[in-house]
């Protein structure tokens, strides 16, 4: 053999080595249909390839102890190495006991698609398919041990391409290194080699390929905007359902979705490749409890989000009840998870999986998830606040609204309240229709607020006329009491509210009403006319002593007093391009069209003709209470 120290010699040898793979590739290309000898002759150079290294090394060990270290002989130490890592044909990646790359050869990263010194420091396993893992941590291991080399078939992934190699792992000591390190020649078997004379490049991506890429992340971005901004996605899970669906559609096999709840995260949704029977694994892994997944916890901890792109612990995602690890049983390659975040609030974790056979997940695809998890984040945000507007509307309805309105001798009523759907979704509307001392009484108001305390304060507007009207037999001196008593409360919030009292008999055509800064309420005549009442009044909570008007009006047989709030007489539209109130004016034309109906129908086109008004979007509340004399 060449003498490994002899510089111009094994020069010499490495050209002949280049030359002889060189034919060796042109002969593939000539005889592609009848590969088996050219294989069968470079393995043979692979051979030559690796037992030239490793004697090259061993003579520069035995010649650095005789020269004690000196200069002249570490320069040609280093020399000598330079020419072997800048000139051998055959990828060799250099790794100490523990499997972590510490030098890679320019033949090596051309393999691997990687930047020079990329590769340096990270885990060589990681490089490994992970079906193969664990064949080749045994042979690593075998060759520590017992010193003798090892060589078998093993598949390397990098960079979103899989290389099919016969790989040699052979002990050696490095110069200068304290202690023996592992040296890995990789002859690729479906990979082409360099032109003999031309330096490796790394591949470049076409710029149109980048471009491509760019618009894709763009549009999903796009579609998942539009989804969650969808008003079926105010509910969480029809949110992480779409945004799950989205994801496994266009980026990952498998989507996990875990939510924090009472200040634990649970799995909220699991989602794998639908063109594989995996619907009982599915079932198990929406049992699982998140919390002992060791990525899941992490991700909540840092919120920051974290990719792998060859998995090199299948127990991140924890372990199934048989013991199988969840990465292992979902094939997975290429791993990613980002917290669900909202500002300084984390949701949840999103995870996506990758198989094994498709191209592992990058920094580009974490810089798109982190977005898509803020997306999601403020969504789910959105939807807890409207779910808490919503809870305060049930609320303010089962508090503040009867479930059901009483008889009223010698009269029909119906009423109507809706939440409405914008910012003023809640702002304590009510209506009420009660005994008083000597009959029946009956309101409509609302709150100068919003909330769960306009909530309140409506509640307590509610029972303030209902124990009051037990002494009473007229409405004025209620509503009055109610206002000194609001200011004595301070609460902050004023109410708009008109009152009435009627006395079943002889007196039944003949109505007591109080008002406190209320829109008047209508009276529908038999003959299809309409009059508004005097209405007036100061809004209750702002003064004690302040003045309550008081009026009698006078309802015949057969006509009917409508009530309604600031909801729905102040409620705004669009007419061309002038923006108008609903007002008394088409509350008029409404009610004309009503003459003779029941109660009940004419709540019922007061609110057809609002919706229409507004073009199907109310976002006031609204509320109507009708009475008509029927004796």
Known sequence: MTDPTDVPALEQALSGLTARISSLRDARSAYPSDPGPTLDAALVELETARDLLRA??????????????????????????????????VPVIVLDTAGTVRRVNAEASRLLGSPDGYLTGRAFPLLVD???????????????HTGETAAFP???????????????????????????????????????????????????????????????????????????LDEESLS?????????????????????????????????????????????????????????????????????????????DDSLLGVLPDGTPVLHATRAGSVLSVPIQAGEETHGVVTLLRLRERPPFGLADLALMQDAGAHIGLALRAQRIFQGRSQAADTLQTGVLPRTLPDVPGYDTAAAYHTGAGPRAIGGEFYDVFRVKDGWGFAVGGVVGQGDEAASVTAMVRGGLRTLSVWEDDPGPVVAKLNDALVMQDTGMFVMVAAGFVTPGRRGGRIRLASAGNHPPAVLKGDGGVRFTSGGGMPLGIETGAEIPVEEVSVALGETLVLYSDGLAGSR???????????????????????????????????????????????????????????
């Not at 007419?575 to 009940?600: D, K, M, N, P």
């Open 236 to 312: 969480e899970p029809v949110a992480l359902i779409r945004a799950g669906r989205l994801l496994a559609s266009h980026t990952a096999d498998w989507v996990f979705a875990d939510v924090v709840r009472n200040g634990a995260p649970q799995r909220s949704l699991v989602i794998g490749p639908t063109n594989q029977p995996v619907a009982r694994l599915v079932q198990t892994l929406e049992r699982m409890d998140p919390s002992a997944a060791p990525l899941v916890t992490h991700v909540l901890g840092s919120k920051g989000g974290v990719v792998q792109e060859m998995v090199e």
């Open 154 to 228: 093993t598949r390397l992934a990098h960079q979103g391409r899989a290389h099919n190699v016969r790989l040699v792992l052979t002990q050696l000591r490095m110069p200068g290194e304290p202690q023996e390190m592992i040296a890995a020649v990789a002859l690729p078997v479906e990979v082409r080699m360099p032109e003999t004379g031309q330096e490796a490049e790394p591949e470049s991506v076409p710029e149109e390929s980048i471009v491509m890429g760019t618009a894709r992340r763009q549009e999903l971005m796009s579609q998942l905007t539009r989804l969650l």
């Open 130 to 144: 992970v079906s193969r893992r664990a064949a080749f941590r045994s042979h690593l291991t075998s060759v520590l």
């Open 573 to 631: 539209g669009r007419s061309g391009q002038a923006e108008l109130a609903y007002g008394e004016g088409r509350l008029t034309e409404v009610l004309t069209r009503c003459t003779g109906q029941s109660a009940s129908a004419v709540v019922k086109a007061v609110e057809e003709d609002h919706q229409a008004f507004c073009g199907g979007q109310v976002l006031d509340e609204t509320t109507i209470l009708a009475l008509r004399r029927t004796r």
């Open 56 to 89: 090259s090394i061993g003579e520069l060990s035995k010649s650095r102890r005789r020269s004690g270290g000196k200069e002249s002989s570490s320069n040609r130490e280093l020399k000598l190495l330079r020419t072997i890592y800048r000139t051998m044909p």
